[in-house]
Every structure is written in structure tokens, then in C-alpha cells.
């Protein structure tokens, strides 16, 4: 039996502290920079920042705290306020474009569960992630770019 899923994306609380200049995970200030439309997937909406708007870079680690296995790294955010992306089953519309992610299972300790990583496209995304969290020594899916590794949200039992 596979577990129902829901795509999670950056948080509107964070996404907004961001936008309004608090520092990343490096304890920078984001980048500011103008999209040129290629491929610019911001993680609060999981739209792609469309050219001529503005966006930020930020460094951002998505995991309560830092521990061996809280990777950070950096990602690209609208840099005025969008609208979140809801909590649903549905591929964001950023992910159903690109073509290869790759997918971690994570345990309540927010340690990878080894055994679990696996590159898939985004045609097979829903199936893996509710595939991996069947499992009962999973508690979430990341989901990151398959050229890049950068985060690109969660993945959670619905």
C-alpha cells in the first residue's frame, strides 16, 4: 500500500522574512537580482519568476536545526510576496517542467534514511514519494534538482 502525499513549499512566514531582508542560512542578506526567465523556480509559489521581475538568492537549509545532515544550499525566491503553493497531491507547476529530481527519505530525526535516494523524473515523482513514505522509518521526502541538488520542497503523507 502506497501513502496518500502533499507537495510542501517554503513556508509563507519565511518566505516573507526573506523578501523583507532577514538573513539567510549563511546569516546573509539575499541577493537581488532581475530574472531573465530562464528557469528561476521560486519555492513558495513553484512558479518560475518571469523575466523582468525581481528575485532573490538566498542560502536556505530546510530542517529545524543544524545537524550532519541539514544541507543547505541556495534557492530562488520572488522578491515581493506571491502566493504559497498549496498542499496538495498535484506536481507544482515548476516541477512538472523540469526533468530529473532526486528524492530522500528523511526519519523523525531529520537524518536521511539510507536505502531511500532515488532520481526520478517528474512523471514518476508522486509514485516514488508516496512509495518511500510507506515506509515506516520515514517521516518526510525532500525533493532537489537531479543536475543541481538544490531544494526544491517536501514531501509529506497527506
Known amino acids: 500500500m502506497t501513502a496518500s502525499i502533499k507537495f510542501v513549499s517554503l513556508p509563507t512566514e519565511t ?4 523578501q523583507a531582508g532577514g538573513v539567510d542560512a549563511n546569516g546573509q542578506v539575499p541577493e537581488r537580482h532581475i530574472s531573465d526567465g530562464d528557469g528561476i523556480p521560486c519555492r513558495h509559489c513553484q512558479q518560475d519568476v518571469a523575466a523582468g521581475e525581481p528575485y532573490l538568492i538566498l ?20 522578491a515581493d510576496a506571491c502566493q504559497r503553493y498549496p498542499e496538495v497531491a498535484e506536481l507544482p507547476p515548476v516541477v512538472a517542467v523540469r526533468k530529473l529530481f532526486l528524492l530522500k527519505g ?53
Open 15 to 18: 518566505a516573507r522574512a526573506f
Open 59 to 78: 542560502n536556505y537549509r530546510p530542517f529545524p536545526a543544524p545537524q550532519p545532515y541539514a544541507e543547505t544550499g541556495p534557492i530562488f525566491l520572488h
Open 106 to 158: 528523511y526519519n523523525a530525526d531529520d537524518r536521511i534514511v539510507y536505502g531511500t535516494g532515488t532520481l526520478v523524473s517528474p512523471a514518476e515523482m508522486q509514485e516514488a514519494a508516496a512509495r518511500i513514505l510507506a515506509r515506516d522509518d520515514v517521516a518526510y521526502v525532500h525533493a532537489r534538482s537531479g543536475t543541481n541538488n538544490c531544494y526544491q520542497c517536501r514531501i509529506d503523507r497527506a
